[in-house]
């Protein structure tokens, strides 16, 4: 289909995870012509560049095409860094622009194949199919391609992006993810024997309070999100933007919704209380 249509090959979208490395088997096992490709999203962990290399390397020796692909965001260089300040607010679950900054934008024109599977649900058996229009879908909600939501399909097109996606594993379950990495015997990501369980940005809003561990593991992520989030401050004051946020501590404890905000209290601003006697 990707050559009829595009002229060129499949492109396996390479995320440096788990489902990823299940995709890139099955499309190498497919026999068809395709190429691998990982966005450069400049927040992953050192070990997921250091594996997707290794993984680059051994696909180059047998003949694919593997790129590195670095983002763009209205014709300049973007990193997470630059792009919390020109955004003016923190990615969260809901406003996940990094994503489509970072790792949507690739690939326009062409048919990629994405690691995306449906959380486990029962209503997902109702609502298969095979092809998907993005802009006709009822809830007209934008779907990024990280998301395993119940609604994706095993073939998808993208009109706006004029991509076409395939998401050859969207019924897998987690155990069929892992029952064929292991009896594949298929590299994986060391992140994944240090507690992880799914790979993607440091800090990433979808990782919830698993980001403590995360920036525990990686506390210079958690450094650059700071000074992130000063340059944006820096931004949202000098354009007079109204904000409760004073400074970059702030930001970060609203982020990781610990309820640090301004006029709360936290049970470390109790100790030394004297209780009422009697
Ligand atoms: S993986 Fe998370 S943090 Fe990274 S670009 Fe996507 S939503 Fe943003």
Known sequence: MSLKLYGSPLVVTDSGGKDSAVCREIVRRAGIPYEVQHNLT?????????YVRDTFKRLEE???????SYPFYKEQR???WTLIP???FPPTRLQRYCCQVLKEASCRDR?????VRWAESIKRRKNRGVYENFTSNRDK???LNNDNDEQRRLFESCELKGKRICNPIVDWTDRDIWDYIRSERLPMNPLYDMGFFRVGCIGCPMAGKRRWMEFSIFPTYKQAYM????????????EGIPTKWKTAGDVFSWWMEDGQIEGQMSLDDFEGWELPSG
């Open 62 to 68: 047998q003949g694919v095409t593997c790129r590195f």
């Open 42 to 50: 400049t927040a992953d962990a050192p070990q997921t560049i250091y």
């Open 141 to 143: 909600k934008i779907i």
């Open 78 to 80: 973007v990193t997470m």
């Open 227 to 238: 000074r992130a989030f000063g340059r944006m401050l820096d931004v949202i004051h000098a």
């Open 86 to 88: 020109i955004k003016k």
């Open 111 to 115: 048919f990629i194949t994405t690691g």
